[in-house]
Every structure is written in structure tokens, then in C-alpha cells.
């Protein structure tokens, strides 16, 4: 079918560019190789594959190695085609790729875990390999050497690691839903401070080492943007939980956030879920910090009582009332008194939630400004890479597709 060209030339909506479909399983991750139109796979079907594209406009295997497990994470490092391939007995393995992307060779293998490697990243600019496993150990190896230089014991199994070369900081996220700051020397960890904002595990992190700011994402659907630089640790809610399970769930995201990408030249954070959706934030505003929920006996705008506080019922013969919180105040209020809804966006409520009568008012219609864009893939999503070069973007499903995408502001087609 013919692609049609969408009349809003500045819509950033991602177009789909190419599909790989040729798994038997699913695809772990994979990754877009840069200045190349080319893909990088490690799938549970045990493969790693290098797909490069040919004149035909599809995508063909110049490499397809079996392995002796299955390949749960990969960290691939352009300028050296190192590609590190963590597995599920706990061993990373460490190939380089030849300069045409048609040959891999074994290079070395770490015995890092004694589990499933979670997260493996190469960093470069010290020669380190930090891997993360599910038996809760934090480790990292000279790449050079092989020789393991240390280990830092989690509270719960991580799920997101990041690092900042400037300030040789890690960034841990855990199955406890707690963000953990590690300071690394050559041989040498020590605890910086931790963060604990999510209800649920942690799933994905992205950090952007220009702002200094850490994104967060959550099987709670939830997305916190902690300000680590200017703020030391001011968090910013992107798309919010908003408590309890019976009340209204503003995110965009109706499953867990399985990636997180920012998009540095054209300020944007791109989120996707397991429920296929791909959010585009716009991060060039400011962000104003979400109100903690204040805790009070009775309602904080008309003082009827909430139906825990018998002593003002019974004095006042009055039935108590439910508790409800404004999302742009944080004050405790009755449902007479929050009968208004209201999108906040600077907040990271893109829909709307609850607000009290008051505060309702004083919110503009530049206010309710969306700042997000949603975009469905029309796959689950497993795993989201963001390769900056070219702007494109890649996710791999359920469905054993992966798909690449252009995601930057341009004139896209469907």
C-alpha cells in the first residue's frame, strides 16, 4: 500500500521504516548500528544476529551465531565493535565485530554472576564492563584484563543501569522500586544516596549527563524525573500512579514502561509499555514538581469529616466522608470539594485527574497545554533502543518483530 504523506510537516509522530520478523522467539534486545543501516539482536531463541540492509530495502542476517544459553541483555560499543552478550548462567561474552559487520570474534568471557545477567554496559573511557544479575550482585571487570575489580551487593535484583563517565556515578534500579547512587574508583564502591519514588519495580533508566537528570521508568506505568544536578534529587513526575488501586490513573502508559530514551539534540524523552504505546515528551519546558499528599482527619476546604474520624462525627452527627487529594495541591479533600477534572501537563498529568474546586479555577487553558504525544506500535513492547546519529528509534515485541522507526520531527508516513 502506497504511503501516505501526513499534512503536518512538525508532527512527531514516529514512522515506521522497516520490520525483522524472521525470530522463533523473542527478541531480548537489539540495537541500531550507527552510520550503518544495520541491527544487532540477542534473542531467547539463543541467537545473536547482524542484520544489515540490502539494496532491497530488507533486512538480511550477515551474522547468525548460536549460543550455549539464552541471551538475556547485550551492551554494543560502536567505536570498537565490542559487542558484551550477558546470559542466562550468569557468564557475559565478549565478541568483536569485523569492519563489514560480517564476522564475530570471541574475544573473552566473564564469569560475573551467579544468575541471569540483567544489564550489561560497556564503558569505554575507563576500559570497566558493569553488569548487573539476578543473584543481586553489582559488578564490574577491567575490559582490558578481565580481571574483576569489584562488587556491591543490592537490596533486590536490578533491572536499569546507567553510568556517568564525568562523575564516575552508577545509577541502579531495583525489583524494589528504589533508584540507588554508586560512587566507582578503580577498586573501590561506595553508596552516594538512594531514591525511592516508585510503587512498583523499576524497568527501565535513561540518564542525559548534559542536564544531569535521571529518568525512571516503572511496572507501576509510572515515569519520575529526578533533577540529580541542580536539585540534588528534586523529582519530577512525568506520568504519575496516583496511589491507591482504586483511583484514577492518569499515565498514558496502561502497563509497565519498558523503555526510556532521550533525544538530547531535540529535547525529548521517548517512553514505551507493554501495551505497545510509544509517549514522545516535550522536555524543552519547565517542569514544575508534583505536591506531596498531606494527611488530615477531615476535609481541608469544607472540615466535614472523613468517615475514619469518629470523634468529629459523632460531635458534629455527620456520616464521614471518602478521602480524595488534589493532584496540583496535594491538600485532603472531600469528593464535593475535587468534583473537577483537569489535565496539569507541566505536572506530567497529560489526562485528567483529580483537582479541588479552587485549584481548578486558577488553572488556564495554556495551562492544560498537552506537552506528550501517544503513538501506538501496535506490538507489546519488550525492549526500546534510541540510536541519536540518525534519530531512529527500535522496539522489539511479543510478537518476535522488531521494528524500526524514524521518531524525529519530520514529515512521517503510515
Not at 570474534?105 to 558493569?130: D, N
Not at 533502543?385 to 522496539?395: A, I, M, V, W
Request: a neutral charge; one cysteine or more; proline letters at 4%.
Amino acid at each position: 500500500m502506497a504511503a501516505e504523506i501526513q499534512p503536518q510537516p512538525q508532527a512527531r509522530k514516529p514512522c515506521l521504516l522497516s520490520k525483522i520478523d524472521a525470530f522463533q522467539e523473542v527478541v531480548s534486545t537489539a540495537v541500531i548500528i550507527p552510520k550503518e543501516d544495520g541491527v544487532i539482536s540477542v534473542s531467547e531463541d539463543r541467537t545473536i544476529r547482524v542484520w544489515l540492509k540490502r539494496d532491497s530495502g530488507q533486512y538480511w542476517p550477515s551474522i547468525y551465531h548460536t549460543m550455549p544459553s539464552s541471551s538475556s541483555c547485550m551492551s554494543f560499543n560502536p567505536e570498537t565493535r565490542r559487542l558484551s552478550v550477558g546470559m542466562d548462567t550468569g557468564s557475559i561474552c565478549e565478541f568483536v565485530l569485523s569492519e563489514d559487520y560480517n564476522k564475530m570474534t570471541p574475544a573473552r568471557t566473564y564469569q560475573a554472576h551467579q544468575g541471569r545477567v540483567t544489564v550489561v554496559l560497556f564503558v569505554l573511557e575507563m576500559e570497566w564492563l558493569l553488569s548487573t544479575g539476578q543473584d543481586k550482585n553489582f559488578t564490574w571487570h577491567c575490559s582490558e584484563s578481565g580481571q574483576l575489580l569489584g562488587t556491591y551487593r543490592t537490596a533486590a535484583w536490578v533491572s536499569g543501569l546507567q553510568f556517568d563517565v564525568e562523575t564516575r556515578h552508577a545509577f541502579v534500579g531495583d525489583q524494589s522500586g528504589q533508584v540507588t547512587i554508586l560512587k566507582l574508583e578503580q577498586d573501590l564502591c561506595s553508596l552516594v544516596t538512594t531514591f525511592k519514588g516508585h510503587t512498583g519495580n523499576v524497568t527501565a533508566l535513561c540518564w542525559d549527563p548534559v542536564t544531569r537528570v535521571l529518568f525512571s521508568g516503572s511496572s507501576d506505568h509510572s515515569i519520575i524525573m529526578w533533577d540529580i544536578g541542580g536539585r540534588k534529587g528534586t523529582h519530577f513526575w512525568l506520568c504519575q500512579h496516583t496511589g491507591t488501586p482504586t483511583s484514577l490513573l492518569c499515565s498514558p502508559h496502561s502497563d509497565k514502561v519498558q523503555g526510556l530514551c532521550y533525544a538530547s539534540h531535540t529535547r525529548q524523552l521517548i517512553s514505551c509499555s507493554s501495551d505497545g504505546s510509544i509517549v514522545i515528551w516535550n522536555m524543552d519546558v519547565t517542569r514544575q514538581e508534583t505536591p506531596e499528599w498531606l494527611d488530615s482527619d477531615s476535609c481541608q476546604k469544607c472540615e466535614q469529616p472523613f468517615f475514619w474520624n469518629f470523634k468529629q462525627m459523632w460531635d458534629s452527627k455527620k456520616i464521614g466522608l471518602r478521602q480524595h487529594h488534589c493532584r496540583k495541591c496535594g491538600q485532603a479533600v472531600c469528593g464535593k470539594c475535587s468534583s473537577k477534572r483537569s489535565t496539569i501537563p507541566l505536572m506530567g498529568f497529560e489526562f485528567e485527574v483529580r483537582v479541588c474546586d479552587s485549584c481548578h479555577e486558577s488553572i488556564s487553558d495554556e495551562d492544560r497545554a498537552p506537552t506528550a504525544t501517544f503513538h501506538d506500535s501496535k506490538h507489546s513492547i519488550v525492549y526500546m533502543h534510541y540510536e541519536p546519529t540518525t534519530g531512529n528509534l527500535l522496539t522489539s515485541g511479543t510478537d518476535k518483530i522488531v521494528k524500526v522507526w524514524k521518531s524525529t520531527r519530520s514529515v512521517c508516513c503510515v
